[in-house]
Nanobody, 118 residues
Framework: EVQLVESGGGLVQPGGSLRLSCAASGFTFGSYAMSWVRQAPGKGLEWVSAIGASGGITDTVNSRFTISRDNAKNTLYLQLNSLKPEDTAVYYC??????????????WGQGTQVTVSS
């Protein structure tokens, strides 16, 4: 059974940083692309960042965010820097359906809340 468990969210002041983690199990983590998607209060899902299976190819909607992965630890990360109130959202990690960085996502975690507020 595929499981994706996010952690690392919380309350942070504007300008602060957080590192989100996503622990994966139930599949061969290093064979699949992974993504981060977020949902702000009252808004739809917004793609944030993606990384290919080997970690060599990444894509992100915002240069303040850096995606990475440790295939030996079956863990995906998202470093959030210079956070703004508009970054407040639930952040989800998602598994891609192949090793291609922009593969369609087929499994999702439960999400971790990030709140940016003074």
């Amino acid at each position: 059974e595929v499981q994706l468990v996010e952690s690392g969210g919380g309350l942070v002041q504007p300008g602060g940083s957080l590192r989100l983690s996503c622990a994966a199990s139930g599949f061969t983590f290093g064979s699949y692309a992974m993504s981060w998607v977020r949902q702000a209060p009252g808004k739809g899902l917004e793609w944030v960042s993606a990384i290919g299976a080997s970690g060599g190819i990444t894509d992100t909607v915002n240069s303040r965010f850096t995606i990475s992965r440790d295939n030996a630890k079956n863990t995906l990360y998202l470093q959030l820097n210079s956070l703004k109130p508009e970054d407040t959202a639930v952040y989800y990690c998602a598994k891609g359906g192949s090793n291609w960085v922009h593969a369609a996502m087929d499994y999702w975690g439960q999400g971790t809340q990030v709140t940016v507020s003074s």
